[in-house]
């Protein structure tokens, strides 16, 4: 995915409920590549400028799968004190 | 909607490129990428927005306003690519601007006076910052050090077009000035080579051009007026600063105790004896640390040392009408008229536990005689030699010499201790009152 592809996708899986300003997400994915959790990489388009495409590395599953599994906890955690 | 896409849009993102690199500190070597990235969001969300209908100049607005302020983003990506420490002040002090070579002439020799300014801070004023007491050094070092780091640091900012550095260093070109002016009335052929170089940048330093090119620059916080103004302090004010406080660890007149005894022989009357022999005692109980700093110079011209002196009332000028004796005179130096000399070979300088000091002149300091009266008779001490809880016993013996002017006078004598041009002791005795404690004179330094 590319950087204005994320945030659309944020926005519409979300409907609108993750809303953010479109720029900060670029300071993000710097940062996630500077700790090797991505990796990124230019592809050209057929018409305008190109676009830079990130995947995640390795590191980054691993990271991934220890946040699902953190926000899982913290996520059962809450509903159970919420009473949900 | 590319294909209608005109200059002015093209050119209207990237100028929203540009606003948040200028205030982000992106390593060089990433600034192009990053610059192209954001640009290509740009464009996309613009052509998304003219695709749903919105004309061009609403495109680009939609563009521009969901990307987010220009501020929040460069800081953030300052953030990234930095610590957290580093993005909070240097960070946020140099963020990548206008190059210095699209800036007005008068950058690079702005630069230039900055960098002479630095060194000679660095080389000149570390220089005397040694030769001050040990806290005073301290202070004065790390004053310096800190208006070194922040011109270094609006150097780079200058290069970059920060406005904040524009101010710093108009602040800097005033103060500079002042100084060298200042310093022109106390020596009225030197001329301070930096002074004159901030009098010639004047003009352009404060002119329309130089503003203008830093026009664009993100707005000052109160955070950064804080530093330029904290910075400009120390650097013109760390010595006045550093001599006006407090060194604990210098000995003060507290620490100093002084008193003399005097033998007058030869004269039943006590006028013109023919002998007088004075002896001073002087208790430290403590000494200074690093008495002449780091560098084991005194940092100011004056007293050399510590000097006892003898002699005679009008000689040294006591007033006995008054009870502080403030007037100090050591620039005759007729020897040859003295009515009373000190014998070769005294004065002497004993320890209370009979040691004698090494280090300590004896004898070899005859001052002057005054209007063929008296003489003085100095000692140095080298206060780094001394010891603090002793007391160091100091004799004179003077003799009379003819002299019909001083027939029927009685003498007065006279010890002063002088510590590091920072206080001066004196006691006072004569024939028919043998004996004196040292009393702390006032208005010494002169001019304090």
Known sequence: MYGYEIVSELKGSTEGAIDLAEGTVYPALRRLERDGLIVGFWVDTRSGPRRRYYRLTPQGESALDEGRADWARFKAAADTVLGS | ?????????????????????????????????????????????????????????????????????????????????????????????????????????????????????????????????????????????????????????????????????????????????????????????????????????????????????????????????ALIATACCLGGGAFPMAAAMPDPTQAGPQDFRMSIAAVCHGDASRANPAVIDVRATFHWSRLDLLPFGLRGTDLEEGLDGVIAEVGDQPAIGVDRSRESWVTIQTSMMDITGSLWRATDGQPSVVRDDGAIPAGIQMGATTFATHENWGSIEGISFNPAILQGGHAYVVTWHFDLLSSPAASGVSPVIVVRYGHLNRFVSQALATCDEPTGDGIILPNYPPGS
């Open chain 2, 1 to 225: 909607m590319t294909g209608a896409a005109t200059g002015s849009a093209e050119a209207r993102l990237k100028a929203k490129v540009e606003s948040i690199l200028s205030r982000s500190s992106v390593p060089a070597g990433d600034r192009s990428d990053v610059a192209e990235e954001l640009f290509a969001h740009l464009w996309e969300s613009y052509e998304n927005s003219g695709g749903a209908g919105l004309d061009e100049d609403e495109s680009v607005d939609a563009a521009i306003q969901a990307f987010g302020s220009s501020d929040t983003i460069g800081r953030s990506m300052t953030r990234a690519y930095h610590s957290r420490l580093f993005a909070a002040t240097v960070g946020e002090l140099v963020p990548a601007g206008a190059r210095a070579s699209e800036g007005p002439g008068v950058v690079a020799p702005t630069v230039l006076f900055l960098l002479a300014l630095v060194g000679s801070e660095l080389v000149f004023g570390l220089q005397s910052a040694a030769a001050l007491t040990p806290l005073r050094a301290v202070v004065v070092a790390a004053a310096l050090l800190v208006f070194c780091g922040t011109t270094s640091i609006a150097v780079v900012a200058f290069t970059r077009a920060q406005a904040w550095s524009l101010l710093y260093i108009r602040v800097v070109v005033l103060i500079t000035i002042a100084f060298a002016a200042w310093a022109l009335t106390l020596s009225p052929r030197v001329v301070d080579i930096l002074g004159l170089a901030a009098l010639l940048l004047a003009p352009w330093v404060f002119g329309r051009k130089i503003g203008e090119w830093v026009a664009s620059s993100p707005p000052m916080t109160p955070r950064v007026i």
